[in-house]
């Protein structure tokens, strides 16, 4: 079964910095695009940005580029959404997906972090 | 980045038809066939209903269909039923001078 597993809520104070997770499990990680969605609270999806693991070619909406960091490992087919400075802003839950290349749409998604940032 | 269009809510009677629209630009939704479709229940993760306009991912009845036509493409569900009250969002690839990708601002189907 094709899957992707997120770590955990966070709650994290402004400044602060964090890493999220997202495992891929059952498909060959590096063939596949991982992309991250930023739903902030009762509002709708916005796109944040995309990598291909098997070359490390990633692409920032401007909306997000300067803001987070997209990396991946492909030794544990784990891709990471980072921030270094964070915001009360930056709280939402963020999704992780899988984009088949060509496919220009996230076929399969992870369940979801919720990221909470507060003094 | 601005989000494409859609109306806030539609709503329909079990058994009945509802369709979604999306207005994009001539930059993304009328100059590609890469409009895909999620669905997103309370709580729960989105989920791809529809892909490149009209095209169903396995397991997706065949209820959901989509078309385009210019900078608007449209989501119809057919013969409405409550386990298909959620929001609903539309996406399209775009020239990738902005963002290479852009939601719609969602559409919550209600189930009367």
């Known amino acids: 079964e094709v899957q992707l597993v997120q770590s955990g809520a966070e709650v994290k104070k402004p400044g602060e910095s964090l890493k999220i997770s997202c495992q891929g499990s059952g498909y060959t990680f590096t063939t596949y695009w991982i992309g991250w969605v930023r739903q902030m609270p009762g509002k709708g999806l916005e796109w944040m940005g995309i990598m291909y693991p098997g070359d490390s070619d990633t692409r920032y909406s401007p909306s997000f580029q300067g803001q987070v960091t997209i990396s991946a490992d492909t030794s544990t087919s784990t891709a990471y959404l980072q921030w270094s400075n964070l915001k009360a802003s930056d709280s939402a839950i963020y999704y992780c997906a899988r984009q088949p290349t060509g496919y220009y749409a996230m076929d399969v998604w992870g369940q979801g972090t919720t990221v909470t940032v507060s003094s | 980045q601005s989000a494409l269009t859609q109306p806030p809510s539609v709503s329909g009677s079990p058994g009945q038809s509802v369709t979604i629209s999306c207005t994009g630009t001539s930059s993304d939704v009328g100059r590609y066939n890469r409009v895909s479709w999620y669905q997103q229940p309370p709580g729960t993760a989105p989920k791809l209903m529809i892909y490149?306009?009209?095209n169903r991912p396995s397991g997706v009845p065949d209820r959901f269909s989509g078309s385009k036509s210019g900078n608007t493409a449209s989501l119809t569900i057919s013969g409405l039923q409550a386990e298909d009250e959620a929001d609903y969002y539309c996406s399209s690839y775009r020239t990738s001078s902005t963002s290479l990708y852009v939601f719609g601002n969602g559409t919550k189907v209600t189930v009367l």
């Open positions: 490149e306009v009209s």
